[in-house]
């Protein structure tokens, strides 16, 4: 009998384990320092900028949530596992080859983007991609050059944004990831340059 209540009780122990969970939220501020690092390095025209190291893990907003127990030891043993997953921390990295190669590819290309985004022909998206804003501005000998500048560049940029998700194991992030480039891209535009806000009209900075 003392057994089987012994055995009772481990099994009513692991079945308010399992109940434990841990939701691992979106780590904004990790993804802002990270996306700022990058963007910085890729508008500064320096090519001898360092690899973006991995953000330093913060405080997460974990979420426990467990069955109610009467039995005094999956008591115990239930506050041994909720502190431990109150203490999981998500840690944002964006340095990766992939991404230190787009990155790399970009930083090459601004150079030849930089003198359309000071004239006013390019700018920033709300989807955190390029865009002409202004065809006109732009010599009808050079339009499809920047044509395919755009392009490459958005490819690099759709790509980034993934690869960083899909780097830190949640393919899912890829929509904050490019959220906050978003914001980014336009937090470090040059005076002058245009960029689109949430409801997509241009705005010059």
Partial sequence: MHMSRLAYGFAAVLMLAACVTINIYFPAAQAQEAAEKIVEDILSGD???????????????????????????????????????????????????????????????FASLKEYFDQGAIGFTRDALVAVREE?????????????????????????????????????????IRSTFAEVWIKEAGSGWWYQDASGTWVKK
Avoid: C
Wanted: net charge neutral; no cysteine.
């Fill in 136 to 176: 006109g501005a732009i010599p009808l000998r050079d339009r499809a050059r920047v044509q395919k500048l755009i392009a490459a560049e958005n490819a690099d940029r759709n790509r980034m944004y993934k690869a960083i998700a899909s780097a830190n194991g949640h393919p899912e992030w890829e929509q904050d």
């Fill in 47 to 109: 090519d001898t900028g360092a690899p973006v190291p991995a953000a330093e893990p913060k405080a997460d907003q974990s979420s426990i949530m467990a069955s109610p127990s009467h039995l005094g030891l999956a008591g115990a043993v239930l506050d041994f596992l909720v502190p431990a997953a109150h203490a999981a921390e998500a840690r944002f990295s964006a340095d990766t080859p992939e991404v230190r190669k787009l990155q790399a590819s970009m930083k090459s290309r």
